[in-house]
């Protein structure tokens, strides 16, 4: 593969976050690791923030291995500066600052990312809040309009509202006229949530969403969910959902384990799926992204889409990133920045 | 409405079966019945034959009632001869012979069909044996085409594959290419539906199908399954189903409590979902007759689409009919005649 030259010297070894202890009670500490060699379609970037996703606990905890293939050190999506490129990409220029979906590599100083997973930046964006981005979007896009099919003025249910999915979720929704409904654990995540566009927000803490659906919302019943809960919120989302529904998995908690009725899955013609980004070819992802191009990227740049933002820690503080996202107080995204 | 007149002479009162002491241990009866009043858009048939389905058999047991405005005496599908239209039915004439999918009703002399679920039958199939048709075309084409998104070369897996359901999808899957393996429950029956073109039918009772096909079929995985059984079923469904897999439900035979671990849904991203005829609207019965005509009924014509008649009875058997279904040794196919 022919590499252009990068006007940036790149160095041979980078900083990385290892995990160390894999398992419970791992740790994360700044290590060295080679910089990252391109392959076909790729590109360079220079680091400047990486977001964090549950993936990363349960990939740290031992649980969720990254696929044949991908980088070893944890990090789902970044934002940096294109300083290298394989010859074939033509979509990007060196210099280019951009926001990207990788399947690993995000937390270092250097990462390879498709070119066809990149999006350049909008102006309204600071380059490190984009980091927040690819993860949530490609999430929200695939899953709740792709998978889900939802349409405008249906009703759709997001659990965990206030994390960093369900913060770009409610906004998306939002735009395409939808009525939103979220659950979220306090009262601040819920007015964070209705500030952002939600309808209602039902704070499982103190209400039981399905009643509190069936006696309070107009509708009754929704149309699309988006669950990352699972366990025992699975039979009442079941329930919950109108002839033609669908629910829809992206992570599961509260585990994936359940005892259930199937029938009304057959009697309502319910849709059940899901997804995870990581497990998908490349191929479907870069599918993804050209509908996100053009469906959704035009919506950041006149800011109507933004990335909310939780909190930001130094590259050496990868460890109290990860400890804020396990307490579980965090609304919107959780970034990890390089400088 | 305006109804325009019958060449026949219709009475008031006509033959039908009655369900006595419905429950478990139900009988079916000769009774009189009005004969039914047509709506908008409906057709009076003369009844030639009626389909059998395991339904009917639920209904006359009390755990299937009829949904509201559908008439009570069971059958699901007939074929007859158009004795009386309303006057907005414009599609077929008085005398037309056709076959039609019911929400109730056929197990009598005359049925009232809606004009747009009616089919002219076939030259080269019988005025009894089309009756067999409606049910099981509609059930697949709705299912494993329009739900399980079926595409050409890509396997399938039909429990229960010398039903009148399984019988016709191995016909029709035939027809689009598709690699076929069915379940059935003993030598004859998986005799018969090789001879319908499925390229595996494994006996159920011998061979356990999970592991059978994961050791003895090259492919190891499939794209759909269509599933009436449910129960242990449906955890080895999941195991069994290739990423971007379809799970479809069109009965619980074996009951729809399970216990199962959803996260196969999410990291192969599954599809689960499943329907009956009779809970969907007239609106989608109408959209599903449309794609039927455009795609199967020229197939029916041609003679590539057979009905599989496994026996027929004459009206006063209704409840030897039943039997026959309840004993489980059927090929194809029960018809009640009217004769």
């Known amino acids: 593969i022919n590499i252009l030259e990068p006007k940036m010297k790149v160095p041979e070894l980078m900083k ?28 360079l970037l220079k680091v400047f923030s990486s977001g964090i996703n549950r993936a990363d ?3 740290s905890q031992g649980k969720y291995p990254p696929p044949s293939g991908a980088s070893n050190i944890l990090g789902l999506e970044v934002s940096g500066e294109v300083i290298k490129k394989s010859a074939d990409v033509h979509t990007l220029n060196i210099g280019d600052k951009v926001c990207a979906l990788l399947s690993g590599g995000g ?19 600071d380059k490190f809040s984009a980091s927040a981005l690819p993860e949530a979007i490609f999430t929200i896009w695939h899953n709740i309009f792709q998978l889900g099919n939802l349409t405008k003025n249906e009703t759709i249910l997001i659990h965990g509202g206030s994390s960093g999915i369900g913060t770009m979720g409610i906004q998306i929704a939002k735009i395409f006229k939808n009525r939103i409904i979220v659950t979220a654990g306090t009262e601040e995540k819920c007015e964070a949530c209705i ?4 309808d209602e927000a039902i704070n499982y803490r103190k209400n039981d969403f399905l009643s509190y659906i069936q006696n309070n919302v107009p509708t009754k019943r929704v149309d699309v969910i988006l669950d990352m809960v699972g366990g025992e919120y699975i039979e009442k989302n079941i329930r919950l959902l109108r002839y033609n529904g669908r629910l829809i998995f992206i992570a599961f908690i509260n585990g994936s384990k359940v005892n259930i009725d199937l029938l009304k899955v057959m009697t309502k013609k319910l849709i059940i799926t899901g997804s995870t980004l990581r497990s998908q070819s490349l191929e479907n992802k870069i599918e993804i992204a050209k509908s996100i191009r053009k469906n959704l990227w035009p919506l950041a740049k006149s800011g109507h889409i933004k990335p909310v933002i939780d909190s930001t820690y130094s590259f050496t503080k990868a460890m109290e990133a990860h ?3 396990k307490s579980g107080e965090h609304i919107g995204k959780i970034l990890l920045i390089n400088k």
Chains 1, 2 share one sequence.
């Open 107 to 125: 937390y270092a100083e250097y990462a390879s990312a498709h070119s066809e997973l990149c999006f350049l930046i909008p102006e309204n964006i």
């Open 195 to 198: 500030n952002l566009g939600a």
């Open 57 to 59: 606990i349960f990939q």
């Open 16 to 43: 990385n976050i290892d995990i160390v202890n894999q398992g419970e009670s791992y740790s994360l500490n700044v290590s060295k690791a080679k910089t990252p060699k391109l392959g076909k379609g790729e590109v």
């Open 323 to 325: 400890n804020r996202m």
